[in-house]
């Protein structure tokens, strides 16, 4: 019986998943390889692996509850593929129930070429903003998010922006690896993006707590003590950078959750995480609170 409802629930999100526009990054062709020679595949149902066609999944909110707010979507996958449904498609969806339009980003695995993931994003972003109206998008509330290794993804968008129009109005980081200092960053992000003997200033450049400035935008982390596989000093390092620099930012610390716990309820304190990134938005005026609510949700 688990097995036919898994399936029903991986034939749902497919199908799903296939009935977004699709947005090629490069119409006309990259100007780089990350030098994979495999062609992309299924690890499993959910997880896509040595992506080299980077693209985004159109996810806009239903124009009579649009807010304008947007948000550019991470998933994570230590740049070795993307988790698209627990960590893409899924908080697409619970997006759009807000107002806000999602878009899934398949960023392309760096494979060593440090530079290609930020590029892809930079270029989303970059189209997101282009196309805004069409979207029912205020260009001053586009967001990134990001999860894990696409939370590193995420963060560096939000910190390694050269020009105002690169700048994302917010960050919201779901159990980011945040450093490249070996001894707390996850080692299989760490040798997909910068390769197996990276130089010292390689890593000092993507770690991104170290890249925080008065500049970045507002940021919202949450993250589990329990988690084995990115240390939770990732997020703690990045928060106190934030706070350092006067930017505004909430962490949230759950004691039990490990990794990877994305937005499905596991019978864990995580699972209300949602909740309290819905209240944050409203602080941060990117969502109205529902009229209904009488000040709660």
């Given at each position: 019986?688990?097995?036919?409802?898994?399936?029903?629930?991986?034939?749902?999100?497919?199908?799903?998943?296939?009935?977004?526009?699709?947005?090629?990054?490069?119409?006309?062709?990259?100007?780089?390889?990350?030098?994979?020679k495999?062609?992309?595949?299924?690890?499993?149902?959910?997880?896509?692996?040595?992506?080299?066609?980077?693209?985004?999944?159109?996810?806009?909110?239903?124009?009579?509850?649009?807010?304008?707010?947007?948000?550019?979507?991470?998933?994570?996958g230590?740049?070795?593929?993307?988790?698209?449904?627990?960590?893409?498609?899924?908080?697409?969806?619970?997006?759009?129930?807000?107002?806000?339009?999602?878009?899934?980003?398949?960023?392309?695995?760096?494979?060593?070429?440090?530079?290609?993931p930020?590029?892809?994003?930079?270029?989303?972003?970059?189209?997101?903003q282009?196309?805004?109206?069409?979207?029912?998008?205020?260009?001053?509330?586009?967001?990134?998010?990001?999860?894990?290794?696409?939370?590193?993804?995420?963060?560096?968008v939000?910190?390694?922006?050269?020009?105002?129009?690169?700048?994302?109005?917010?960050?919201?980081?779901?159990?980011?690896?945040?450093?490249?200092?070996?001894?707390?960053?996850?080692?299989?992000?760490?040798?997909?993006?910068?390769?197996?003997?990276?130089?010292?200033?390689?890593?000092?450049?993507?770690?991104?707590?170290?890249q925080?400035?008065?500049?970045?935008?507002?940021?919202?982390?949450?993250?589990?003590?329990?988690?084995?596989?990115?240390?939770?000093?990732?997020?703690?390092?990045?928060?106190?950078?934030?706070?350092?620099?006067?930017?505004?930012?909430?962490?949230?610390?759950?004691?039990?959750?490990?990794?990877?716990?994305?937005?499905?309820?596991?019978?864990?304190p995580?699972?209300?995480?949602?909740?309290?990134?819905?209240?944050?938005?409203?602080?941060?005026?990117?969502?109205?609170?529902p009229?209904?609510?009488?000040?709660?949700?």
């Amino acid at each position: 019986m688990n097995r036919i409802l898994f399936l029903a629930f991986f034939t749902v999100n497919f199908f799903m998943i296939l009935a977004q526009e699709k947005i090629m990054l490069y119409p006309e062709g990259l100007a780089e390889s990350n030098e994979i020679k495999v062609p992309e595949s299924f690890r499993d149902p959910e997880f896509i692996i040595n992506i080299s066609e980077p693209r985004m999944l159109v996810f806009p909110a239903p124009k009579e509850k649009s807010c304008g707010t947007a948000v550019l979507i991470c998933p994570g996958g230590g740049y070795s593929g993307v988790s698209q449904i627990k960590e893409g498609s899924e908080i697409a969806k619970w997006f759009n129930n807000l107002g806000v339009s999602a878009f899934v980003l398949y960023y392309r695995m760096p494979n060593g070429h440090h530079e290609i993931p930020l590029k892809d994003a930079q270029t989303a972003f970059n189209i997101i903003q282009q196309r805004a109206k069409e979207w029912n998008i205020n260009k001053k509330k586009i967001g990134i998010m990001g999860f894990s290794a696409g939370g590193h993804l995420a963060s560096t968008v939000g910190t390694h922006f050269k020009t105002k129009n690169e700048r994302p109005a917010f960050m919201i980081l779901g159990y980011p690896v945040v450093t490249m200092d070996k001894e707390l960053t996850h080692a299989g992000s760490r040798k997909n993006l910068l390769g197996m003997n990276p130089s010292d200033d390689l890593v000092k450049l993507y770690s991104n707590e170290l890249q925080v400035t008065k500049k970045t935008p507002p940021t919202f982390i949450v993250h589990a003590k329990d988690d084995k596989t990115v240390p939770i000093a990732n997020s703690e390092q990045l928060f106190k950078a934030l706070q350092q620099n006067k930017v505004p930012a909430e962490f949230q610390i759950f004691e039990i959750g490990g990794h990877g716990f994305g937005m499905r309820k596991n019978g864990i304190p995580a699972d209300n995480w949602d909740e309290l990134l819905k209240t944050w938005l409203v602080k941060q005026k990117l969502i109205q609170q529902p009229k209904s609510s009488k000040g709660k949700f």
